[in-house]
């Protein structure tokens, strides 16, 4: 205790430089986040991809153009290709075990496809999600692939994995979800899994937990699982590595 | 079939022209990763902070420089302010039993301390870990706190909630860490939990997750767990909300 305390004694002046040197007062640092849109959005959007943030409805209003500039500058399509690169390589490392087992869960929004178009017309994300727009807009089916997704897709698929997509749109929605795959180069898929109605006002979580489980119970291995969104990795069933892409526009719980 | 065959045939078009206009091929992506160090390290920064990377050794070297502007300047201490932040409103947001188990557990270092000086000297996590120069500066007790932590901390015990500190440093080391915090201004925590000998050689996720289950099993409710690695909050006896804070410098598996 007495050595305790005269080391206590003996680095308080190191610390104490230290810490002034590295670390402004937190009031300084509320104040920047106040006054500077780019720090601030920048911030939010860690706090957003790390699911600090928790549930959100919409983005912040100062963060509109830092939201667009991201996603469709350079940024968006680098994170998605790091993530892209990270995924396949943990791929590669599988060691398969030749039963057809080995599989692949992908989200679909925001993971294989891209409905940037559509956010584009509604504030990147800033507008409160409007299910009848959104319909509509799945319903045309012309929402491009990610390229590094499917790019890890088609590499995963080489490497023989089985796919399988599970996805929050509902089974109404079968069809011109799968014309919208086709079209923009994804393909022969093992099963895809959208909500019917027994599915109806579960969570996401849980929703695609128990679809994963029971995926497992029927045999495949999931090595691994790539979404947008924690409700896509999380709770039960996981795969035994989880990918988050980016996605600053929504939240889904 | 026939209308889900007019639906694409009607669909192509659009869905091209978008393809065309939002994204660039892969190939351009990857180029564009290995010529732009800041837009490489920033992508590299999101797949270690949503733990898409896996287990890393050492930060790539050509993102020094990167890590080195993140820490030191405003960037680190935003996105720490902003956690701190979001944690504290969900903290707010509990209601407390009043019997004394609602608790949280804190992650000590770049959690509620900070070890950017030492790291500083240590090529900002470019260098793989040194245990040996480590622990004398862990001996040498000289740690600052991270502000927006510490201001959690104590706005976290004006609640009424029970702090918990888990840490993966080890028994021997328990006078300099307390010597440590209390001199960076960390106070009346109701228990530090260190690696004892039975812990040694367990990963830091199977460690925490145990000993988290033994705060349970106690009668605790973890509501919040705050740490800079997944393998603080990840695993089983998780909190019901954790908070991921920053931290680019190294990982811990």
Known sequence: MASAFLLLL?????????????????SDYDRKLRADDNIYCDSWRFSVETNDAGSWDSIPSRCVAFV??????????SDSAI?????????????????GKDSWVFDIDETLLSNLPYYQEHGFGAVTFDEVSFDKWVDLA???????SLSLYKGLQRLGFKI?????????????TVNNLVYSGYSDWERLLLRG????????????????????NEGFRIH??????????????????SFKLPNPMYYIA
């Open 68 to 77: 667009q500039d991201y996603m469709t500058g350079d940024r968006y399509a």
């Open 142 to 148: 012309e929402a491009p692939a990610i390229p590094a």
């Open 83 to 99: 993530v892209s690169n990270f995924s396949l390589a943990f791929g590669q490392g599988v060691k398969l075990g030749g039963d």
């Open 164 to 176: 399988f997509l599970l996805t929050g749109r509902s089974e109404f929605q079968r069809n011109a």
């Open 197 to 216: 109605p027994s599915d109806k006002g579960t969570l996401a979580t849980e929703y695609k937990s128990k679809k994963r489980a029971e995926l497992i």
């Open 224 to 241: 691994g699982s790539s979404g947008d969104q924690w409700s896509d990795l999380l709770g039960f069933a996981v795969a035994r590595r």
């Open 10 to 26: 003996i680095t308080i002046p190191a610390a104490l430089s230290h810490s002034i040197l590295q670390f402004p007062h937190v």
